[in-house]
C-alpha cells in the first residue's frame, strides 16, 4: 500500500502518519519525492481499512498495490451482490433461510420436514444426498435417490434446493438436481471441484474451511468466480479451536470482516457451527445480528432417530420459534425475513 502525502505535507504530519500506520501493526517507510512525500505501507496481508489513514492532516490518497482477490473484491464491485435463484434473492434485504435435514435419509422423512420448515418460512430446503461422513462405516447418503427425493420436495413446496457436490465425479449429477451447488467445508481448497462449479450455471453455496483464513475463504471463492460463475454464497460454518464446549467455534466476527473486503452474500450455518440443540437458536439471532444474509439450520423431525447429526438438529418447533426471532431481530435492522 502506498500512502501519497499532499504536496504542502509538512515532515511533522509525514511523522504523524508513520506512526498511525506502526500502530496498525505495519512497516511505514517515507520516501522523499522531489514534490511529494509518498509513505510505503508493507506487513498488509489483506486490505487495510484506509479511513484510519486518510483522514490524517496532510494525507491525498491511498493505494492499494496488490490485491490478491479481484472478482471477489468490492474494489470490483463496490455494491452488495444478490444471488438469485429462481425468484429467492439471497444478499438483498430480505434474509434467506435455508433449512432441512443434514442427509436426506427418506422421502417421508424430506416430506415431513419440507411441509414444517416451508410453512415457517424457509425459502430453501437443504439435505445431502451425498454425504461427507468421518467414518467409512457411517450412513453415506442416498446418492441420485436422495436427489430425486429433493426434486419432488421442490415440486410440492415449491423450495429451492441446495444439495452437496462432494466430487467432480457427482458434480454434473447433482447440478441436474439442485438449485444450488454446495461445496462443503471439507472440500473448500478442492480447485478442480471449484473450477468445475465455477462452469456450471447454478449458483454456489461455499462453505469454509474449518481452518481456513479469510483469505483463503475468499480465493476459494475466486477461483469459482474465475471460471464465469459469478453466483456465489458464503458460509461460516464454524473453524477448529481449543474449545470443546462446542462442535466447532462459530466464528461471527468474519461476516463483517468479509462484508468489508467483498460484495459476494454471507451466511451463517449455525447447525455446524455448534453441534448442539440448544446452541442453534441463541447463535442463529447472534449471525443474523452480525449482517448475515441468511442462515443454514439442520431441522429433523425426530432427531434421535436421525442418520446423521441428530445432536445439532433442531425441532420443527424450535424452527417455528427461530423464525419468529430472526424475524424481529431483522425489523431492527431495517431487514425482513418471510
Ligand atoms: C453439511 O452442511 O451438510 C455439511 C457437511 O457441512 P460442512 O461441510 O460445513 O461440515
Ligand atoms: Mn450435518
Not at 490518497?61 to 471477489?72: A, E, F, R, S
Not at 442427509?103 to 430446503?125: D, N, P
Not at 442418520?307 to 424481529?328: K, Y
Amino acid at each position: 500500500m502506498l500512502v501519497v502525502m499532499e504536496t504542502t505535507a509538512t515532515p511533522d504530519m509525514v511523522a504523524q502518519v508513520c506512526r498511525e500506520i506502526e500502530k496498525m501493526g505495519l512497516k511505514a517507510r517515507p520516501m522523499e519525492g522531489a514534490s511529494r512525500t509518498t509513505i510505503e505501507v508493507t506487513g498488509d496481508r489483506f486490505p487495510v481499512d484506509p479511513d484510519g489513514i486518510l483522514t490524517q492532516s496532510g494525507v491525498e490518497d491511498v493505494i492499494h498495490l496488490t490485491q490478491p482477490y479481484k472478482l471477489v473484491s468490492r474494489k470490483f464491485h463496490p455494491d452488495d451482490s444478490v444471488v438469485g435463484v429462481n425468484g429467492v434473492k439471497i444478499g438483498g434485504l430480505e434474509l434467506v433461510v435455508m433449512a432441512g435435514p443434514c442427509a436426506v435419509e427418506s422421502r417421508e422423512q424430506c416430506m415431513t420436514i419440507a411441509e414444517q420448515v416451508a410453512k415457517a418460512g424457509a425459502k430453501v430446503f437443504r439435505g445431502g444426498a451425498f454425504k461427507p461422513r468421518t467414518s467409512p462405516y457411517s450412513f453415506q447418503g442416498l446418492g441420485e435417490e436422495g436427489l430425486k427425493i429433493l426434486a419432488e420436495v421442490r415440486e410440492k413446496y415449491k423450495l429451492m434446493i441446495v444439495t452437496e457436490a462432494m466430487d467432480t465425479e457427482a458434480m454434473d449429477l447433482v447440478a441436474d438436481y439442485a438449485d444450488i451447488i454446495q461445496i462443503g467445508s471439507r472440500n473448500m481448497q478442492n480447485f478442480s471441484l471449484l473450477r468445475k462449479a465455477g462452469r456450471k450455471k447454478n449458483p454456489v453455496l461455499l462453505k469454509r474451511g474449518m481452518s481456513a483464513t479469510v483469505e483463503e475463504f475468499l480465493m476459494a471463492a475466486e477461483y469459482v468466480m474465475a471460471e464465469g460463475n459469478h453466483n456465489v454464497i458464503l458460509c461460516e460454518r464454524g473453524v477448529r479451536t481449543f474449545a470443546d464446549h462446542t462442535r466447532n467455534t462459530l466464528d461471527l466476527s468474519v461476516v463483517p470482516a468479509v462484508k468489508q473486503i467483498s460484495h459476494l452474500p454471507m451466511i451463517v450455518d449455525s447447525s455446524h457451527g455448534t453441534g448442539k440443540r440448544y446452541q442453534v437458536l441463541p447463535m442463529s439471532r447472534a449471525a443474523v445480528a452480525a449482517g448475515a444474509d441468511g442462515l443454514l439450520v439442520e431441522v429433523h423431525h425426530d432427531p434421535v432417530g436421525a442418520l446423521s447429526d441428530g445432536v445439532q438438529s433442531i425441532t420443527p418447533d424450535m424452527f417455528v420459534r427461530l423464525m419468529g426471532e430472526i424475524r424481529a431481530i431483522a425489523g431492527v435492522l431495517g431487514r425482513s425475513c418471510a
